[in-house]
């Protein structure tokens, strides 16, 4: 989705067709650099189907295991021998550390679970301070 501002935000929550592995993975992501530049192109391309990627939800249900297989297929092109999309959550948190981004600001943008039971309580950060530490990778990467 796109705020009034301009920014790009990926919602991750589960649905009917999709579920997520934990209740931690459900979360909000501002997408900034190459993210927000796949997701104009996304939207443009496929914007009123709701889906990014539309091939892959042709039931009920999402196709997760072809889609992995497919962008894994494609990606081959164009990374490491061994890299796959799942590496890109790696490099994400590589990244941030990178930046000395706080662990559990790391966790919550990647949807990892956060070691302690008061790690549970609240609403988590801010959007705007989770937008804050991704510019900072997305500037350091540049």
Not at 21 to 44: D, F, H, I, M, P
Not at 75 to 99: C, N, Q, W
Not at 131 to 139: C, G, M, P, Q
């Amino acid at each position: 989705m796109q705020d009034a501002e301009g920014n790009y935000t990926a919602r991750i929550t589960p649905h009917p067709w999709r579920r997520l592995k934990t209740a931690g993975s459900t979360r909000e992501v501002l997408l900034v650099g190459s993210a927000q530049w796949a997701a104009k192109r996304l939207l443009a391309a496929h914007g009123g189907s709701g889906f990014a990627f539309p091939r892959y939800n042709k039931t009920d249900t999402t196709n997760a295991n072809a889609a992995s297989a497919g962008l894994n297929k494609w990606l081959k092109a164009y990374v490491p021998e061994g890299a796959t999309i799942h590496s890109f959550r790696h490099s994400m948190r590589d990244r941030l550390r990178a930046v000395e981004c706080p662990a559990d600001i790391i966790d919550q943008i990647g949807g990892w679970q956060t070691e302690g039971v008061g790690q549970g309580y609240g609403q988590g950060y801010p959007v705007d301070v989770l937008h804050k530490w991704l510019r900072f990778a997305a500037l350091r990467g540049a």
